[in-house]
Nanobody, 117 residues
Framework: QVQLVESGGGSVQPGGSLRLSCAASGSIFSFNYMAWYRQAPGKQRDLVATITRGGSTNYADSVKGRFTISRDNAANTVYLQMNSLKPEDTAVYYC???????????WGRGTLVTVSS
């Protein structure tokens, strides 16, 4: 079974930085892509960033230039470096692993990020 565990969330002031981690129980190279999503209270869950098996990355317009998704295959871990944080970034952040082979999405339980003065 696949398990994803997020960590690194917390409370920061506007303009601050956080780095989120997503540790997978298996090799992240086995997934077609890894992704970060976020969900604010009363809002839908939105895609933040993706990184493919080949290393290609994509970002939501709202975070381009501020967030960076990366991975460490040896550590089976995906990261989300978040800089210049804004109050509107406040949300629960979720890690997802996609397997096209098994047609399965695997989700972590989320980590809360709060950006406020």
């Amino acid at each position: 079974q696949v398990q994803l565990v997020e960590s690194g969330g917390g409370s920061v002031q506007p303009g601050g930085s956080l780095r989120l981690s997503c540790a997978a129980s298996g090799s992240i190279f086995s997934f077609n892509y890894m992704a970060w999503y976020r969900q604010a209270p009363g809002k839908q869950r939105d895609l933040v960033a993706t990184i493919t098996r080949g290393g290609s990355t994509n970002y939501a317009d709202s975070v381009k230039g501020r967030f960076t998704i990366s991975r460490d295959n040896a550590a089976n871990t995906v990261y989300l470096q978040m800089n210049s944080l804004k109050p509107e970034d406040t949300a629960v952040y979720y890690c997802k692993a996609r397997s096209d082979y098994y047609d399965m999405d695997y989700w972590g339980r989320g980590t809360l990020v709060t950006v406020s003065s």
